[in-house]
Structures are given as structure tokens and as C-alpha cells.
């Protein structure tokens, strides 16, 4: 049975840090590209970085220079660090394996909220 669990989201102040991670379960983790997903309230779910199964990263503008993305094929985890999170980073965050994604397979999990907000 699929799984990808998503946690780690909260509220947070402008210019503060959060670290999100995803459990996968059900899939050959390693082998697959994962991505980091949000989607904002009226608007469509975007991608904000993607990583490899070799570990290659890329990042949408928006996050390029405060995310980071990384992989734990040991425990079949990704991460989304964010830091100098801004007002518009607040959105509803979900990974994904980046082919089901392109492929408009449909799964998604329940997803993290991020609120950015003083």
C-alpha cells in the first residue's frame, strides 16, 4: 500500500525556518525522482524542488537560495529545509514521486500546512 506521509509544517514567523519531512512507504524509494510540492489557497499546486535517485536537486525561483531539498534512502525519508521563509511561502505542502506527478497518476497525501505570519 502507498504512502507518502508529510509533516513537519506549522506557523512561523517572516524570515523563520521550518524543516519538512516526508515518509514513503509502498514504493521502491531510492529508486525514484521525489519533489516537494505546495499549493497556495486559489491557486494550482506547484513544484518547488525536485531530487534525483543519485541526488541531483533543482528548485523552482521561488525557493532557489533558501530550500533545500535531501533524500534518506535508509529510512525512505525526503526533506524540504526552508529558511527565510516569506508571507507567500505559506501554502499547503506535499511530496510526490516526481513520475506519478508527471504522469497525472493522482496520489497525493494529506499534505503539511505552512503558514508564514507575524
Known amino acids: 500500500q502507498v504512502q507518502l506521509v508529510e509533516s513537519g509544517g506549522g506557523l512561523v514567523q517572516p524570515g523563520g525556518s521550518l524543516r519538512l519531512s516526508c515518509a514513503a512507504s509502498g514504493i521502491i524509494f531510492s529508486s525514484n525522482a521525489m519533489g516537494w510540492f505546495r499549493q497556495a489557497p486559489g491557486k494550482q499546486r506547484e513544484s518547488v524542488a525536485t531530487?534525483?535517485?543519485?541526488?541531483?536537486?533543482n528548485y523552482a525561483n521561488s525557493g532557489k537560495g533558501r530550500f533545500t531539498i535531501s533524500r534518506d534512502n535508509a529510512k525512505n525519508t525526503v526533506y524540504l529545509q526552508m529558511n527565510s521563509l516569506k508571507p507567500e511561502d505559506t501554502a499547503v505542502y506535499y511530496c510526490?514521486?516526481?513520475?506519478?506527478?508527471?504522469?497525472?497518476?493522482?496520489?497525493w497525501g494529506q499534505g503539511t500546512q505552512v503558514t508564514v505570519s507575524s
Open positions: 531530487i534525483t535517485s543519485g541526488g541531483s536537486t
Open positions: 510526490n514521486v516526481v513520475s506519478w506527478v508527471l504522469s497525472g497518476y493522482g496520489y
